[in-house]
């Protein structure tokens, strides 16, 4: 457990720069093209590599990875032989996915963005078939992140991103005087190649070389463990596309107004909460393959830790959601329209923040038993829960109401993954209960404190009245975990 607390650390520390670089990107972005109909053209975009890209990572984190681990216990050559097959054999498939993104760019676009105009429209195929390419490279960094993180090399891969936000904020800057919004496609594209290749030299130090050799056999076996991995990452990132679909009907700018609203969102879940995820997620597998009792006791201190961690933030970032998005964005054409919207967004996404983490937490602990059918039907539900109340929130709430159906749909999936992995493992919850009751009474007092003092901590400096309410925050969640005698420190170190 040390090591993971230092691994934690290191990961922690890299990712606080690798989001500090991701939104000095995203603040530029807001600044030179704000909630326009040209940042809603590229971030619909955007959205397509990463929806299939996922399906990919996916299947390698969930799938890989446990058969890597297995088969190195018993031969590394045997692991690496099993492992060129499978990497060789999505490498094709990212690049064949890359080619068909760039052919089918138009009629994908019609789909995802069918309330756009003409020239959205236009500039989006534009746009897509520029990034096309992307997919490929994210393909080769989901292989390589993917193996490191088998063998608990959590550095190279956290740096990564760090590389390819300099490229891209770089990109922003000198590109886009003279290519507008084209110029952030290109650094993407050039930012996600460099990414690429800065992991590779850690994969020579490990073993490990691609061979581009297809194995059928091995694929036809192996492939059908993963199609409900492939599924559910599939319809988890459907969500993301739902947003897109509805938003585009909505006020030109809403689908760039909920983009900044959710990397707002994720910088908490980034810094401190998905580190957890990560780290959790090998050792989890190590756990159910040698201790189904420790597996479980793993899995309720890692659901503890997240909501530890995720408290203190989501009180800030309900109470200061405006200055919030006015620090992050407000700069350049991003006008008082574009904060409008960006905050609703934000202040409804903000109420599901643990439930972001553990969404992800409990499907990594479903993939390390093999629930895969578990998996999709959770995401399946919460896509449906999302989509219904999508369309109907926001004919009368617009992008808020978007945004609340995110919310919702979150905590549906986590408390169906909770009461399938009980049902099937037949665990105790009477103890995390009364925690979370605990946390969840600290939580509405800080709430009300905050409202209280809120008349004494305005500020005409957005950063000096959010730095006063972090604070008050902080001291008082600390306090108050003390109070009621919840071992943070000793449950995390143990």
């Known amino acids: 457990m040390n090591k993971m607390i230092k691994a934690f650390g290191i990961l922690t520390v890299l990712s606080i720069v690798g989001k500090i670089l991701g939104f000095l990107r995203e603040a530029l972005i807001a600044a030179y093209f704000g909630t326009t109909g040209t940042a809603d053209a590229y971030f619909v975009a955007s959205i397509i590599p990463i929806v299939l890209f996922t399906a990919i990572g996916t299947s390698i984190q969930a799938g890989i990875i446990p058969i890597y681990m ?53 500039q989006a195929i534009l746009l897509t078939r520029i990034l096309a390419p992307s997919l490929l490279l994210l393909t080769l960094t989901g292989i390589s992140t993917g193996l490191m993180h088998a063998n608990k090399q959590f550095v190279i891969p956290s740096l990564s991103p760090v590389v390819q936000n300099s490229i891209i904020i770089l990109a922003i800057i000198f590109l886009t005087k003279v290519y507008g919004i084209v110029g952030v496609a290109i650094g993407v594209v050039l930012g996600t190649f460099i990414q690429t290749f800065v992991q590779y030299p850690a994969l020579r130090k490990i073993g490990f070389k691609f061979a581009f050799q297809i194995n059928r056999k091995l694929i036809k076996t192996t492939l059908s463990l993963f199609i409900p991995v492939i599924l559910a990452a599939i319809v988890m990132q459907l969500n993301d596309v739902v947003d897109r679909i509805v938003t585009s009907f909505l006020e030109t700018g809403s689908v760039a107004a909920i983009n900044y609203a959710n ?71 991003f006008d008082i329209r574009s904060l409008q919207l960006t905050v609703q967004a934000f202040l409804f996404f903000s109420i599901a923040l643990p439930f972001f983490a553990l969404r992800d937490f409990f499907l990594n602990a479903l993939y390390a038993v093999h629930q895969f059918k578990v998996a999709f039907y959770s995401c399946l539900i919460g896509l449906c829960v999302n989509t219904i109340l999508s369309i109907y929130l926001s004919s009368f709430m617009d992008i808020a109401g978007v945004a609340l159906a995110t919310s919702i749909s979150m905590v549906v999936t986590v408390m169906f993954m909770l009461l399938k992995v009980r049902s099937i493992y037949a665990f105790s919850i009477k103890h995390g209960l009364i925690l979370f009751g605990k946390l969840l009474t600290i939580f509405i007092v800080i709430m009300g404190v905050t409202q209280l003092l809120d008349p004494f901590l305005r500020h005409n400096n957005p950063w000096i009245e959010v730095i006063y309410t972090t604070v008050i925050v902080f001291v008082l969640y600390g306090t108050l975990l003390y109070l009621w005698k919840i071992p943070v420190w000793k449950k995390i170190k143990s």
């Open 70 to 122: 297995k088969d190195k216990s018993r031969s590394l050559q045997a692991a690496n032989e099993k492992l060129h097959a499978l990497g060789s054999f999505f490498i094709w498939v990212g690049l064949g996915l890359s080619v068909l993104t760039f052919l089918f760019a138009e009629p994908i676009i019609r789909i995802m963005a069918p309330g756009f105009t003409l020239d959205q429209t236009n």
């Open 263 to 333: 990397r707002l969102l994720w910088l908490p879940l980034s810094i401190m909460l998905m580190p957890v995820v990560t780290i959790f997620y090998p050792t989890l597998v190590e756990k159910a393959t040698d201790n189904m009792e420790t597996f479980l006791k793993m899995l309720r201190k890692g659901v503890l830790i997240i909501f530890i961690f995720a408290i203190p933030f989501e009180c800030v970032m309900l109470t200061e959601g405006k200055n919030l998005v006015e620090m992050a964005y407000g700069r350049g054409v």
